[in-house]
């Protein structure tokens, strides 16, 4: 069974930075894409940024050139570096780690989500 484990989450002032790291148990790891997502109170899940087991990433307009997202394979984890912080950042952070290997061969999986909150 495939675990996500986030952290790295805290209280930070406007324009100040934090390392978010998504840790995943299980057999592999390399064939996921592993991706973040975020949830403000009161809104639902949106999309922050991707990286595909090639290396290629993806990010949402509102955090390009802001944050930057990176996989080790060998240590099975992802990071998220958000620099520049706003406080319409903040939110709870997840992590997911997607898998399509063809019909009845999908995977998704969730952490349980870390806490950023980016206040003066």
């Known amino acids: 069974q495939v675990q996500l484990v986030e952290s790295g989450g805290g209280l930070v002032q406007p324009g100040g930075s934090l390392r978010l790291s998504c840790v995943l148990s299980?057999?592999?790891?390399?064939?996921?894409?592993m991706s973040w997502h975020r949830q403000a109170p009161g809104k639902g899940r949106l999309f922050v940024a991707a990286v595909r087991n090639d290396g290629s990433t993806t990010y949402s307009d509102s955090v390009k050139g802001r944050f930057f997202i990176s996989r080790d394979d060998a240590n099975k984890t992802t990071h998220l570096q958000m620099n520049s912080l706003k406080p319409d950042d903040t939110a709870v952070y997840y992590c997911r780690a997607y898998y399509y290997g063809g019909i009845g061969a999908e995977r998704s999986y969730w952490g349980q989500g870390t806490q950023v909150t980016v206040s003066s």
């Open positions: 299980g057999n592999m790891f390399s064939p996921y894409t």
